[in-house]
């Protein structure tokens, strides 16, 4: 089905290792070459159809669950995206303000996950949904907000997300009757590239922006009158990217919409990265499987059963009858 890519396997050098030599493998490298490919095209295909099928089998066993893909023309996929039961019962108590962040990279197959969130009364993450893209266009995006719109049959009040103007356009056309807010996280964390590191590190002009744009306790009037003041005393008024942020003050300046209640999700950087760590197991065991050794005691990595202190993990076997079986079975 879908042809992912997960990296070369360096088939030739495996073989040269285990035959002792270039000279002693038998074949050419052209051939291992073609072998791989072989191999990768399989393993990919598997990969893929795997993972979309079982999903598609809970669609087709549990009634509230939702799944929809697509492919592109020589049938790789290009996006996957579910949600279940309990996220569509989180969306109807908590659905009124969402956030869907694209920025998680960090897999395998190089595709972009993108966790729905939203906060509960308990200021806590909750999860609506979320999707695997290959690609960051305004017709991908289009096709996933199509696909959120058909699991959950409405459209939130808010939707916060960062820049992307892809995402921006899909939002306009798809989640029409949606107010869009931008993460002031996104535009803030690049002041220090666009205006200079000496001036933000030197002076207080970090602290006299961000006294005016952290807050709602503004009015926007008030936040004109700091910004323009700001500016000025830095002589910023040729600062392009400046004029550009201001310009579009109204999506993402609290002072301008200081009466809705935004669940801290304009800050929604933080948010996301927890949704990506939670579903991002591939990452953790990645990084697992990196470490020297593996303790015997306990199956955890990074020390030696002779430094562990933790207790053993139970395996449901008898120790000394698994004991008595190995010098049985010696004997």
Known sequence: MAKINIGPVRTFNVMR??????EEVGVSKNDCKN??????LFINEYDAEMMVGNLMKK???????????????ENSLVGLFWSDGES????????????????YRSNRYSMVFVPFTGIDNHNNNVSFGAALLASETAETYKWLLRCFLKAFGKQPDVVVTDQDPAMKKAIE??????????????VMHKLSTKVGVTLCNTTDFKQRICDIVW???????EFEVGWHSVIQDFDLSDNNWLGDIYDMRESWIPAYYRDELMSGL???????????????QEEAIVKAGKKSR????CKEYGHYASTCSKPPKKTGVNTKEKIFDTMSADS
């Not at 290792?17 to 270039?22: A, H, L, Q, R």
């Not at 056309?173 to 996104?186: I, K, N, Q, T, Y």
């Open 294 to 297: 593996q303790c015997q005691k």
């Open 35 to 40: 072998f791989k490919r072989e191999i990768n």
């Open 17 to 22: 290792t285990i035959f002792g030599g270039f």
């Open 88 to 103: 569509k019962s989180n969306y109807q108590v908590f659905g009124d303000i969402m956030s869907f962040d694209a920025t």
């Open 173 to 186: 056309e798809v989640f029409s009757g949606s107010r869009h807010r931008l993460c002031m996280w996104h």
């Open 266 to 280: 304009m800050r929604m950087t933080s948010r996301s990265k927890s949704e990506n760590h939670f579903f991002g």
């Open 215 to 221: 807050t709602d306790s503004l009015s926007p009037s």
């Open 59 to 73: 669609k087709e066993h549990l009634p509230d669950f939702s799944c929809e893909y697509f492919t592109d023309e």
